[in-house]
C-alpha cells in the first residue's frame, strides 16, 4: 500500500481529480480516502496487504492530514461521496467502479 503523499493531496483539492501518476501507476489501481479511526478501514487495512502486487493500492487517512477540510469536501461534493472508507478501482486509468466498504472478495471483483 502507498499512502497518498501531501502533494498529491494537494493536486486532489487543486484539480478536482486523482493525478494520473495515481491512476495509471500500474493497470489495475486502487483508491482509498478514509479517516484512520473508520473500524471498516481498519479491517480493510488487515487484508490489502495481502492483495497480489501487481495491483497498486494507494490510500489517504485525511482526517490526520491540515488539509482535511479540503480533501474531504472535495471526496463529498465532487467525488460524491460522503461515506468512508470511499474506494475507486482503476484499470489502464480508467475509473470502473467506486465503493465504500468491501470485503477481499468484494475489493478483487472490482478490479476484475
Do not use: H
Not at 498529491?8 to 480516502?33: D, F
Not at 477540510?69 to 486509468?93: A, Q, S
Amino acid at each position: 500500500m502507498i499512502e497518498i503523499s501531501d502533494s498529491q493531496a494537494e493536486y486532489i483539492i487543486e484539480n478536482k481529480e486523482l493525478p494520473a501518476e495515481i491512476t495509471n501507476a500500474a493497470e489495475k489501481v486502487a483508491v482509498i480516502l478514509t479517516q484512520n479511526w473508520c473500524p471498516q478501514w481498519i479491517i480493510m487495512k488487515k487484508y490489502l496487504p495481502e492483495i497480489d502486487s501487481d495491483i497498486k493500492i494507494f490510500y489517504q487517512c485525511y482526517n490526520i492530514k491540515p488539509y482535511s477540510y479540503k480533501l474531504m469536501k472535495v471526496k463529498e461534493t465532487v467525488l460524491g461521496n460522503d461515506l468512508i472508507p470511499y474506494v475507486r478501482y482503476y484499470k489502464n486509468g480508467k475509473l470502473t467502479a467506486e465503493t465504500n466498504y468491501v470485503n477481499k472478495e468484494e475489493f478483487m471483483s472490482n478490479l476484475s
